[in-house]
């Protein structure tokens, strides 16, 4: 079994800066892919950016060039590292992982973030 744990969330300004980190613990051998995504109030809950094994990277186009994704292998943490941030990127922001064959094995509790002055 995966456990996720984020952690980082909080208040910030708009053109501010937050670094969320997702701790994973337990069978890290089964995980393929990780990931976050966020839900702001009333929303479905939408992509933001992702990484595999091999170490590509992927992210929503409403965040690239402000977020970036990267992983410690050696602490098995994945953050996403937040830049400019604007107060639509308020939400509460989940952590997933994913197994080889594409298929969600956990998500994190959420942490959330709040842009707002």
């Known amino acids: 079994q995966v456990q996720l744990m984020e952690s980082g969330g909080g208040l910030v300004q708009p053109g501010g800066s937050l670094r969320l980190s997702c701790a994973a613990s337990g069978s890290i051998f089964n995980i393929w892919a990780t990931g976050w995504y966020r839900q702001a109030p009333g929303k479905e809950r939408q992509f933001v950016a992702g990484?595999?094994?091999?170490?590509?990277?992927n992210y929503a186009d409403s965040v690239k060039g402000r977020f970036t994704i990267s992983r410690d292998n050696a602490n098995n943490t994945v953050y996403l590292q937040m830049n400019n941030l604007r107060p639509e990127d308020t939400a509460v922001y989940y952590c997933?992982?994913?197994?080889?064959?594409?298929?969600?094995?956990?998500w994190g509790k959420g942490t959330l973030v709040t842009v707002s002055s």
């Open positions: 990484n595999t094994r091999g170490g590509d990277t």
């Open positions: 997933y992982a994913r197994n080889r064959y594409g298929g969600i094995i956990d």
